[in-house]
C-alpha cells in the first residue's frame, strides 16, 4: 500500500511565505515524477511545479519566480517552498507522484489526500 501524505498548508497573509510537504510512504521500489497540482473552488485542478527523479523542475507561468520545488530522495519527500503569496494561490494543493510499487505492477500515479492553502485578500 502506498501513500502520499501532505503537511504544511494553512492561512498565510499575502506577501507571506509557506511551505508544503508531501511524504511517500510504504512498500515503494522507486519514485518517478513527482508534481505538486492546486483546485481551486470552481475550478479545475492545475499543475503548479513538477519534478524528476534527477531534479529537473518545471512550473506554472502563475508561480514562476515566486515557488521552488524540491524533493529528496533518500527521504521520499517532495516540498514546495511557496513565497510572494497572493489570494489567487488559494486552494487545495495535491501532491502527486509516479510510483513503482512492485515489478509486476509497472508504475503507477497516486495522489495525496491535499492540503489547503489560504491567502486571505
Known amino acids: 500500500q502506498v501513500q502520499l501524505v501532505e503537511s504544511g498548508g494553512g492561512l498565510v497573509q499575502p506577501g507571506g511565505s509557506l511551505r508544503v510537504s508531501c511524504a511517500a510512504s510504504?512498500?515503494?521500489?522507486?519514485?518517478?515524477?513527482m508534481g505538486w497540482y492546486r483546485q481551486a473552488p470552481g475550478k479545475q485542478r492545475e499543475l503548479v511545479a513538477a519534478?524528476?527523479?534527477?531534479?529537473?523542475?518545471n512550473y506554472a507561468d502563475s508561480v514562476k519566480g515566486r515557488f521552488t520545488i524540491s524533493r529528496d530522495n533518500a527521504k521520499k519527500t517532495m516540498y514546495l517552498q511557496m513565497n510572494s503569496l497572493k489570494p489567487e494561490d488559494t486552494a487545495v494543493y495535491y501532491c502527486?507522484?509516479?510510483?513503482?510499487?512492485?515489478?509486476?505492477?509497472?508504475?503507477?500515479?497516486?495522489w495525496g489526500q491535499g492540503t489547503q492553502v489560504t491567502v486571505p485578500s
Open positions: 502527486n507522484a509516479v510510483i513503482l510499487s512492485t515489478w509486476s505492477s509497472g508504475p503507477r500515479n497516486y
Open positions: 510504504g512498500r515503494i521500489l522507486s519514485i518517478d515524477v
Open positions: 519534478i524528476t527523479r534527477d531534479g529537473n523542475t
